[in-house]
């Protein structure tokens, strides 16, 4: 397989096509592209104490912003509002 490399803000590099080794960053600052292309098995961080696979994804709309749950294989909640 060839590596291609692409533009994408996950830790301000390049991102490989081989995305199932690369750690992707949630925060209220990750774009909205980003949070919508994370998929379930995807590894993410919320860098502070939260990381593991995804294993469920909920998305909502409460009128003013559109929240996102990624639930973890850990049995932890990464919720981000955007």
Known sequence: ???K???????NHKLRA????????????TPSEVLQEVKK???V???FSKTGLVEEIETSDDGLYRIYNFHLVTGRTITIKK
Do not use: C, H, S, Y
Not at 18 to 29: E, V
């Open 5 to 11: 490399a692409v533009d994408a803000p996950i830790f």
């Open 1 to 3: 397989m060839t590596e």
């Open 41 to 43: 098995g995807d590894l």
């Open 18 to 29: 081989d995305k199932a080794t690369q750690m992707i960053r949630l925060n209220k600052d």
């Open 45 to 47: 961080t919320d860098t």
